[in-house]
């Protein structure tokens, strides 16, 4: 998906920009959808504006990020997910562009709960549908359950994530 920002300059046409949107793949962003302005002299931001949730498949693969976020001192921020859940649907771009405001700061990773065994979703503590959990030190922190307006479900997050080094 491709997010375009018209732009007129005073005696230029019309300048088309293509903001950016990542992939993490292996701990390595990958951009999806980037194109620069010849002569821009640095106008666009390098940051990504939106960071695709990397997925979680297994339990082992979800002790493997927990221990490296452990490792290197950071929080991961994991979301739990369902494909037949509506709000889930609606949260997970607004939770992307959450992910680009603390790349890479913080690691953001969904679960999706029919694809995996259920004792992983027991394991951690999920009951309902969307539950955005704050990991750190290799337990889960904090939760916000997004059953509610996505505006302020991503407002909750976002504190949760600053208040994270009060924990």
């Not at 504006?49 to 339990?59: A, D």
Request: proline share 4%.
């Amino acid at each position: 998906m491709r997010l375009v920002v018209l732009r007129r300059l005073l005696l230029r046409p019309t300048i088309y920009i293509f903001k950016r949107k990542v992939r993490l793949i292996g701990g390595h962003v990958k951009a999806l959808t980037s194109h620069s302005q010849e002569g821009s002299g640095g106008e666009l931001d390098s940051l990504p504006v939106s960071i695709e949730l990397e997925p979680i498949v297994s339990e082992s693969q979800l002790d493997r990020v927990v221990a490296e976020a452990q490792q290197l001192e950071e929080s991961v921020v994991i979301v739990w997910m369902a494909s037949w859940c509506r709000k889930c649907i609606y949260l997970k771009p607004k939770l992307e562009k959450l992910a680009a405001d603390y790349y890479p700061r913080i690691g953001f990773y969904c679960v999706h709960v029919n694809n995996v065994p259920h004792k992983l979703v027991v394991r951690a503590g999920v009951t309902k549908m969307p539950s955005i959990q704050l990991w750190k030190d290799g337990k889960k922190r904090a939760e916000v359950i997004g059953g509610h307006k996505a505006h302020l479900v991503i407002n909750e997050v976002r504190q949760m994530i600053e208040n994270e080094s009060d924990m």
